[in-house]
């Protein structure tokens, strides 16, 4: 289930024709409450909780179906007003296993991200001599692009025309990009640069990791604490803490196409033997519902 489906869709559009309020809330509620009828579910699953109205996961406790959630970005307090709703709650921050208990979340695991198989996959074709990045413009970003203007990157996503530096070895793209033309990106480049959102990570590896390096992309990660938990720094993918780790690693990855491949080769072992393809974590998080 995402957004409205057509029949409350059509009753979206009527409620503004006949001038009544437009309660996009009341339209997804009338919407599950459907589905649970007809589904008759044992658990319903939200991703990406604490975006979505508390109205729609208290309705599931209403109907005593069990409730398991999946919160990716950091999030406080303000998030309480859920903990009475949620009987399975994974997060995937170490640094939030803390923060939910302490509101008072009685069920609570890490579940690292992942990526899925059918879409995040190496196509085995040529690959341009690039470090891509695929995101949007922050003043983080912009100070990290700074030091590396001697350097082949690909630059794509949303307010590039705000970076402070310019390289004619650069190609930098202004627009939205969907998952498939993300992965055409993985897939035509050697690597893939990492700069986390400061505002949304504490200590996660972000999808970004997972999903470039089941495209068959060498990754170049900053530094976070749960990295480690998930992959081996420098055999599986390579990390940087400051400018000279990244230069240094740029320098090799743009020279050392037998290095690149290596660490590819170890990462997507990685991946495949811990069971990172969201199917494998849909396996687990519905053997740990009573």
């Known amino acids: 289930m995402n957004k409205l489906n057509f029949k409350y869709s059509v009753l979206k559009a009527f409620s503004k024709l006949s001038s009544n309020s437009d309660n996009v809330i009341k339209l997804q509620l009338l919407q599950l409450s459907d589905y649970i009828k007809n589904f008759k579910p044992t658990?319903?699953?939200?991703?990406?909780?604490?975006?979505?109205?508390?109205?729609?996961?208290?309705?599931?406790?209403?109907?005593?179906?069990?409730?398991?959630?999946?919160?990716?970005?950091?999030?406080?307090e303000e998030k309480r007003e859920f903990k009475n709703y949620i009987d399975y709650l994974y997060v995937s921050d170490t640094a939030l296993l803390e923060v939910s208990k302490k509101i008072g979340f009685n069920h609570v695991e890490l579940l690292q991200f992942g990526y899925n198989p059918k879409l995040h996959f190496d196509y085995q074709q040529s690959r341009d001599n690039y470090i891509n990045f695929i995101g949007s413009f922050t003043k983080e970003r912009d100070e990290v692009f700074s030091y590396l203007t001697d350097y082949n990157l690909r630059i794509e996503g949303i307010n590039w025309d705000?970076?402070?530096?310019?390289?004619?070895?650069?190609?930098?793209?202004?627009?939205?990009?969907?998952?498939?033309?993300?992965?055409?990106?993985?897939?035509?480049?050697?690597?893939?640069?990492?700069?986390?959102?400061?505002?949304n990570v504490i200590n996660m590896v972000n999808m970004r990791t997972f999903e470039a390096i089941a495209s068959g992309s060498c990754m170049l990660n900053d530094y976070v604490k749960d990295?480690?938990?998930?992959?081996?720094?420098?055999?599986?993918?390579l990390v940087y803490k400051n400018k000279d780790?990244?230069?240094?690693?740029?320098?090799?990855?743009?020279h050392d196409r037998k290095f690149v491949d290596t660490i590819v080769?170890?990462?997507?072992?990685?991946?495949?033997?811990?069971?990172?393809?969201?199917?494998?974590?849909?396996?687990?998080?519905?053997?740990?519902?009573?």
């Not at 780790?245 to 743009?254: A, D, F, M, R």
């Open 265 to 290: 080769k170890n990462g997507i072992h990685r991946m495949e033997k811990d069971g990172y393809s969201y199917k494998e974590k849909a396996k687990y998080i519905l053997s740990k519902i009573d």
């Open 227 to 237: 990295i480690e938990l998930c992959f081996e720094p420098n055999k599986e993918i």
């Open 43 to 76: 658990v319903v699953f939200f991703v990406g909780v604490f975006f979505l109205p508390v109205e729609l996961v208290a309705l599931c406790k209403e109907k005593n179906v069990k409730v398991a959630a999946w919160a990716g970005d950091a999030f406080g």
């Open 162 to 199: 705000k970076l402070t530096c310019h390289s004619d070895k650069w190609v930098v793209k202004n627009g939205k990009l969907n998952q498939k033309e993300v992965v055409d990106i993985y897939n035509s480049t050697i690597s893939t640069l990492n700069v986390a959102q400061k505002d």
């Open 245 to 254: 780790e990244l230069l240094e690693l740029t320098q090799k990855i743009l």
